[in-house]
């Protein structure tokens, strides 16, 4: 016979287990939205011992864990070790930095459009959003054939890795079709944007003057 101590570790499972793995989304994973949500505060005081903090997002639909700043839990005198990182920080190279910001930036042209709130890419047009920042080779024996396919194929890898970050989802049915997850937002906010939109009008100056040299 279950008791009721033994329902609430069920339920607590239910719903740490899941957000350990990675995002959890209310229409992709229903069941577990739910139980989330039905031990909120609880799950929230169990991660934080973990060195965690619990994300949620009713109104987008998802949830997530983040990483607690640990940066003033230095090693002490007393010989105490600071805890170890269970969400690890992934260094990001600079052309999925780049993607996930385009990607950020059309999420909020989209939201201030008033439309659906689910912002659906094609390969083709993720591609057209990164050609301007990548560099044409000089080089007049190669064919803007060759050098589309070549551009088509570096987008492919950062759209792929973009998917395992978790920011992007490939539709079902629909080839080369991707669902920009709006957990991006929480990753990327407005101020981060401003700053790498700076950071960005300096680069594509940099490339123009590239070019015309």
Do not use: C
């Amino acid at each position: 016979m279950t008791g009721a101590g033994d329902l609430e570790t069920i339920q607590l499972s239910q719903a740490v287990v899941p957000l350990l793995k990675g995002v959890v989304y209310r229409d992709d994973m229903p069941e577990f939205w739910r139980a989330i949500l039905a031990v909120q505060a609880r799950a929230a005081d169990y991660v934080a011992v973990l060195g965690l903090r619990l994300i949620v997002n009713e109104a987008e639909g998802y949830a997530f864990l983040q990483g607690a700043d640990l940066a003033k839990e230095e090693d002490g005198e007393d010989g105490s070790v600071k805890r170890p990182r269970l969400v690890v920080r992934r260094p990001l190279t600079f052309p999925v930095s780049l993607l996930l910001a385009l990607l950020r930036k059309r999420l909020a042209e989209s939201d201030r459009g008033g439309g659906d709130t689910r912002l659906v890419l094609t390969s083709e047009e993720i591609t057209e959003m990164m050609r301007l920042f990548l560099i044409r080779p000089d080089n007049e024996f190669v064919s803007d054939t060759s050098y589309d396919a070549k551009i088509l194929g570096q987008v492919q890898t950062l759209i792929g890795k973009v998917v395992e970050l978790g920011f992007l989802r490939e539709l079902k049915g629909q080839d080369n079709h991707y669902e920009v997850r709006r957990v991006l937002k929480d990753f990327i906010d407005a101020q981060w944007l401003g700053l790498f939109e700076d950071r960005l009008a300096a680069y594509q100056k940099h490339l123009e003057a590239s070019t015309e040299q």
